[in-house]
């Protein structure tokens, strides 16, 4: 079974490249993918495959194998792209000016219909059902895996497991990586608003001043981080927008800062946002002024269930040998396939897709671009893991 996998992998690749460059260069913007949704359907009705919609562009195929079930596995790829002009002058450039497919999402997507034409081709040789989920939204809160989640993705039938790739700019092409446990954090948008008193800038002793207060509260901030959180767990609370003011001699009547925190354990995370309460109140009323907080709750860790994981990282080395199976560093990144793993057993793993080891084409920058070599390693991983992982 390995072998017809790698082999149909190796023919089926230059096809499934090609579709990675179509989905490049016709990227959508986060719940926008009707395209790329109407793309996918028509190559799952090619194969064969029956689908459903949910979430108005998610597309939902089921291919059943043997005894279909015995085994219900999902195989998640995210399709929306980021607002990015891209940078990259090549054929399969982005045709669609100021949104580019710069975190891989059209790579994710080109494997897993690779893998969903393995799947169909040889399910008379394979148990049980696999799933395939191609969901919209990751990019943008609330994160399209909740959505789906909501409209019954993970039931009709119910899936034991869900596997999800991503892309690693970082890792060589042809290896993958795993890692159990704790492995992206979660990601909470944090809105201020500091209202204090405007005035002339050469009479402060009139007003109160909101940059002043904004700025004390950015450093108090910090303090969350550096003596109330375990120095163990790792976190990050990061400010990163400072709006107030029009010129020079005016002291504004408000300051907006905007900024995220990540954790990578769900109790204090909801912890800090208390504590991010406290000190923002209190150190605002203390200099005089008032606050607007907004705390946005966006997406939970992903928690790659460690039996699950075990599992998985073994099948890689017999689809792939030792040597190009690695484990995935803990990131402060955020994803929503933590949404899956917060109800069923879920392993997400990395795909290395490196290019030149001295030029790293990063994700979320309008450089990004991949070794298409990936795609081959890709499909064949998914539709293996689909087909062999049994019970954890």
């Known amino acids: 079974m390995i072998g017809k996998i790698q082999s149909l992998a190796k023919k089926y690749a230059p096809e499934f490249i090609s579709i990675r460059q179509h989905l490049h260069a016709h990227p959508e913007l986060s719940y926008q993918e009707f395209n790329t949704s109407a793309f996918i359907q028509q190559k799952l009705a090619e194969l064969n495959i029956p689908f459903e919609i949910k979430a108005q562009t998610g597309v939902i195929g089921l291919i059943k194998g043997k005894n279909p079930g015995k085994k219900i596995i999902a195989l998640r790829a995210d399709m929306d792209a980021l607002p990015i002009t891209e940078a990259n002058e090549v054929p399969y450039r982005s045709v669609n000016e100021g949104v580019m497919h710069a975190c891989g999402h059209d790579v994710h997507t080109a494997c897993l219909l690779g893998a969903a034409k393995i799947l169909e081709e040889l399910k008379d040789e394979w148990e049980g059902t696999v799933k395939l989920i191609f969901q919209p939204g990751e990019e943008k809160n609330p ?29 060589e092409t042809g290896k993958v990586s795993f890692r159990g446990g704790k492995v992206m954090a979660s990601a909470d948008e944090l809105y201020f608003t500091i209202k204090g008193k405007g005035g002339h800038a050469a009479a402060p ?53 905007m900024g995220t925190f990540r954790a990578m354990d769900e109790a204090w995370r909801f912890e800090a946002h208390e504590h991010i309460k406290t000190v923002a109140e209190n150190l605002v009323q203390s200099m005089g002024g008032k606050l607007d ?11 790659n269930n460690e039996a699950l994981t075990r599992i998985a990282t073994k099948k890689a080395v017999e689809y792939i040998g ?28 990395r795909l290395g897709v490196m290019g030149d080891p001295n030029n790293i084409r990063n994700v979320h920058t309008p450089v990004f671009d991949i070794n298409e070599a990936a795609i081959e390693t890709g499909m064949g991983m998914m539709a293996w893991l689909g087909t062999s992982v049994d019970t954890w």
Not at 144 to 152: C, D, P, T, V, Y
Not at 293 to 303: E, K, N, Q, R, S
């Open 293 to 303: 907080l907004h705390i946005d709750i966006g997406y939970p860790t992903v928690f």
């Open 143 to 171: 994160g399209g895996a909740s959505l789906l989640i909501k409209e019954g993705v993970l039931e009709n039938p119910a899936p034991s497991a869900i596997f999800g790739l991503h892309v690693h700019p970082a890792l």
């Open 205 to 257: 002793h009139s007003a109160v001043d909101p940059i002043l207060i904004a700025s004390h509260l950015v450093i108090a901030l910090q303090q969350i981080i550096s003596r109330k959180r375990n120095p163990l767990n790792p976190s990050v609370l990061s400010i990163t927008a400072f709006n107030g003011g029009t010129t020079t001699n005016v002291i504004p009547e408000e300051v907006k800062l």
């Open 322 to 349: 030792a040597d190009n199976v690695g484990e995935t560093e803990i990131r402060l990144g955020a994803e929503d396939f933590g949404y899956y793993t917060q109800k069923i057993p879920g392993c997400f793993y």
